[in-house]
């Protein structure tokens, strides 16, 4: 029922007309995928290129990074679902390169998100980045001041973890963001077995 359900949703993104001025790629290309299930949603922040191509989130070097990092909570691709924030890629010099989504990308594709979250009525989102969590948990703060703290948002616990690409650019990220993974997983088993 979800399945048939996410499908006509992400029929509905591949028509969206939103007059976002910036350049932009592919909305609705990209299928989310994993287990619609399970009550636990990773939330991204947008496509790239990799994503765009291969239709399908997180299958690029933030894509390999994340799997490296479910694995160390015990989890695979198929024990979540993966979603982004926003459902197009933005892009720069004429779609060279990624660039973070703006605030007016993030509100048209509100809608999208909101529908999709309506569906999969998770448990547990766990909101990788700033523009996850702005979206979705703490308006104010950065992934920073709160990664690995829970959140009540509406009844569902929001988890902000740092993006699996921040650590492309920052390496002394690496053991944090190792360290958030095996506490969210033993934080699930606590909560959920
Ligand atoms: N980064 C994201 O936030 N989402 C993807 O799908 C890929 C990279």
Known sequence: ???ALLHHLYQQVRRCNCQCPGERQGAGTVVDTGNPETGIVLLGEAPGGEEI???EPFVGRAGVNLEGYLRLAGLQRGDVFII???KCRPVK???RANRRPVSCEIRSCA?????????LSPRVIIA???VALKRFGDP??????CHGEPLLVDGVTVIPMYHPAAVIYRRQLAEVIAADFINLGQWLKR???
């Open 1 to 3: 029922m979800k399945k």
């Open 53 to 55: 191509k291969l239709g």
């Open 84 to 86: 982004n924030s926003v």
């Open 93 to 95: 010099n004429g779609g």
């Open 111 to 119: 809608r999208w998100l909101d529908e999709e979250l309506a569906i």
């Open 128 to 130: 990788l980045g700033d």
């Open 140 to 145: 104010v703060r950065r992934i920073g001041e």
């Open 191 to 193: 909560s959920f077995s």
